[in-house]
């Protein structure tokens, strides 16, 4: 068949994922107009994320403000903070969809606003709650992830996913028309495609964006299996809302308004009896997401 994807394309799948519910398409059409500078330099081996004294802010108000983190390879970090306190803007730019106004964000230790940008979104997966789906069949809206993936490498990616099972029940299985005007999935089925897209990738880096909206459970159970088959390995970077998720992350990043408040790991942060011990009590007060006390 016709070829219908180009290595820019493919990259900005996840920027396309990234931007879907503020702007649509806009950002990815004068992205692609943007000329990619010859002589950037392709993303160092090592590709450990890092911000370095970072201030940005997207009009005159500065969201974040002097933030330095250092995201090691392999681990697990999460960012947690009430709504607004820049979690969404650190994904945003450490995978340079914006240059700060002042500090560094680097990968191996380079500043990424010298590298390459196709390839550095080439070393990241993200995994969003509003997935974008292209006007395409199931199967290409996998492929994305790998333009070079046979049939059988998106089968495995789905099937990894927890995504085969309904996908073969589609009217024309992998070949149904999703997107607009094309079959309508539900948003854990969306989701769990873009897992196999990521899966398909394959990337060192896994952004994640939990969901804010609660799927019913067996989707959610589908999901979080999904997910823990992707980041198996990987460094992963993720947003979390519910923080029943991230009990076991290596480090827990607490973020109020644009600035690092607390930082450890869930333990130690209920312990330190701040925000982050706040945040957790509420959510055991205002939800039945039974986390049962063990003591007694
Ligand atoms: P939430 O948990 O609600 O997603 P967040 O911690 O991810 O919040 P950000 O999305 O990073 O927060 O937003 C930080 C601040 O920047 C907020 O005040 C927000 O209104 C503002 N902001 C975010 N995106 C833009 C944008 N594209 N243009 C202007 N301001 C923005």
């Not at 009009?59 to 820049?86: M, Q, Y």
């Not at 650190?90 to 240059?99: E, G, K, M």
């Not at 999703?178 to 880096?205: C, W």
Request: glycine letters at 8%; a negative charge; hydrophobic letters at 40%.
């Amino acid at each position: 068949g016709t070829r219908i994807f180009d290595p820019m394309t493919t990259a900005l799948v996840s920027y396309a994922e990234f931007r879907y519910h503020e702007q649509a398409g806009e950002r990815i059409v004068d992205l692609l107009k943007e000329p990619i500078m010859p002589g950037e330099q392709e993303p160092p081996n090592n590709s450990k994320l890092e911000l370095h004294q970072v201030t940005f802010g997207y009009l005159e108000k500065a969201v974040l403000k002097d933030v330095s983190i250092s995201f090691e390879n392999d681990a697990f970090t999460a960012l947690v903070g009430p709504s607004g306190s820049g979690k969404s803007t650190i994904l945003r730019l450490l995978a340079r969809f914006y240059d700060p106004n002042e500090g560094t964000v680097r990968m191996g230790g380079e500043d990424i606003s010298k590298m390459d940008p196709e390839a550095l979104l080439r070393k990241v997966s993200m995994v969003f709650q509003d997935v974008y789906l292209f006007q395409d069949t199931i199967a290409n809206n996998i492929r994305f992830g790998n333009i070079d993936a046979s049939q059988q490498m998106i089968e495995d990616a789905a099937k990894q996913a927890c995504c085969h099972e309904f996908i073969i029940k589609l009217p024309n299985g992998y070949d149904t028309l999703v997107g607009e005007g094309g079959s309508t999935l539900s948003g854990g089925e969306k989701q769990r495609i873009s897992i196999a897209r990521a899966m398909l990738k394959d990337a060192p880096i896994v952004m994640l964006d939990e969901a804010t909206a609660s799927l019913d459970p067996e989707n959610e159970e589908e999901i979080q299996k999904a997910i823990n088959r992707l980041i198996r390995g990987k460094t992963v970077i993720a947003i979390a809302h519910r923080l029943k998720t991230i009990q076991k992350a290596n480090r827990i990043i607490v973020l109020n308004e644009g600035q690092i408040v607390e930082q450890g790991r869930h333990g130690e942060l209920l312990a330190l009896g701040g925000l982050y011990a706040r945040m957790w009590s509420l959510q055991q007060e205002t939800s039945g997401w039974g986390i049962s006390s063990k003591q007694g």
